[in-house]
């Protein structure tokens, strides 16, 4: 069974840097990509950013280039997304999900950055 | 970026009717393969979203088969024939054809 497993809810402050975890597990981890897609009740769902486990290639969305970094480690079959420096504009839930094509989605985490 | 355009954005339904939702793309969804990329998700109240058809018509593995999509080229429709209770929730499209992947604004469907 396929299974995306995300890290748990994050309370930051601006300014700070985090980095939230996508671990995979019920496939074969090289074999998919593994996108962030994230979820503000005001914007919808938005299409961050995708990266290829294998080869570690990556895609940004415009709106998100420079402002985030996707990045996985196949030896724990795991995907990231990292800030250096957050804003309260990145409170939202983000969710990985499997493939150009979101097959797969895991159950999210909430990022809430506030002073 | 390709625009992903839904109607309507909420649907009260009577148990056991039909509903439908139409999703328009601002660019042809046809890839280079021939394959049209177009999926349908649902997001219950919350839930992460679920992926229910790709490629326009497919269901995903478990889906009932009173979800269908249609359409071809920019124009989509989801289908459910007979609304049940589970079926509250979010309905969004996006496209899988070019980047960045794109969503739709959502249909919200709820119970009459």
């Known amino acids: 069974e396929v299974q995306l497993v995300q890290s748990g809810a994050e309370v930051k402050k601006p300014g700070e840097s985090l980095t939230i975890s996508c671990r995979a597990s019920?496939?074969?981890?090289?074999?998919?990509?593994i996108a962030w897609v994230r979820q503000t009740p005001g914007n919808g769902l938005e299409w961050v950013a995708i990266?290829?486990?294998?080869?570690?290639?990556?895609v940004y969305s415009p709106s998100f280039e420079g402002r985030v970094r996707i990045s996985a480690d196949k030896s724990i079959a795991t995907a990231f997304l990292h800030w250096s420096s957050l804003r309260a504009a990145d409170t939202a839930m983000y969710y990985c999900?499997?493939?150009?094509?979101?097959?797969?989605w895991g159950l999210g985490t909430l990022v809430t950055v506030s002073s | 970026d390709v625009v992903m355009t839904q109607s309507p954005l909420s649907l009260s339904v009577t148990l056991g009717q039909a509903a439908s939702i139409s999703c328009r793309s601002s660019?042809?969804?046809?890839?280079?393969?021939?394959?049209?990329?177009l999926n349908w998700f649902q997001q219950r109240p919350g839930q992460s979203p679920k992926r229910l058809i790709y490629?326009?018509?497919n269901r995903d593995s478990g889906v009932p088969d009173r979800f269908s999509g249609s359409g071809s080229g920019s124009e989509f429709s989801l289908k459910i024939s007979r609304v049940e209770a589970e079926d509250v929730g979010v309905y969004y499209c996006s496209q899988g054809a070019h980047w960045p992947r794109t969503f739709g604004q959502g249909t919200k469907v709820e119970i009459k």
């Open positions: 660019q042809s969804l046809v890839y280079s393969d021939g394959n049209t990329y």
């Open positions: 490629e326009v018509s």
């Open positions: 999900a499997r493939k150009g094509q979101f097959d797969y």
């Open positions: 990266v290829n486990p294998s080869d570690s290639v990556t």
């Open positions: 019920g496939y074969t981890f090289t074999n998919h990509w």
